[in-house]
């Protein structure tokens, strides 16, 4: 079993940064591969970036490479989630998964999901 707990949103303008911070609970967050996902009101959850549980391989959405960074602190149990250049897009729900089996790139394969934490840009 594994709880996750997102922080670090908030509003900002366009071509700020955020960082958000995912705090996972278990003795077993390091075998799990992890991933943020973001939800905009009136649309589907959707994959923004996933880290791997071993050699720290990262997979990013194309609406986000090169602006968004994904890490992890598997001593600390925490994942982040580096955000800039922020646009008006972002604006959305982030949440944070965790994926025993798969990379945590697809809705379906995640184990755990957070609560959430809202990210405004505005324009």
């Known amino acids: 079993q594994v709880q996750l707990v997102e922080s670090g949103g908030g509003l900002v303008q366009a071509g700020d940064s955020l960082r958000l911070s995912c705090a996972g609970s278990?003795?077993?967050?390091?075998?799990?591969?992890m991933g943020w996902f973001r939800q905009a009101p009136g649309k589907e959850r959707e994959f923004v970036a996933a880290?791997?549980?071993?050699?720290?391989?990262?997979y990013y959405a194309d609406s986000v490479k090169g602006r968004f960074t994904i890490s992890r602190d598997n001593a600390k149990n925490m994942v982040y989630l580096q955000m800039n250049s922020l646009k008006p897009e972002d604006t959305a729900v982030y949440y944070c998964?965790?994926?025993?089996?798969?990379?945590?790139?697809?809705?379906?394969?995640?184990?755990?999901w957070g609560k959430g934490t809202l990210v405004t840009v505005s324009s």
């Open positions: 998964a965790a994926d025993r089996y798969g990379l945590a790139i697809g809705v379906r394969g995640v184990d755990y």
């Open positions: 278990g003795r077993t967050f390091s075998s799990y591969n």
């Open positions: 880290i791997s549980r071993s050699d720290g391989k990262t």
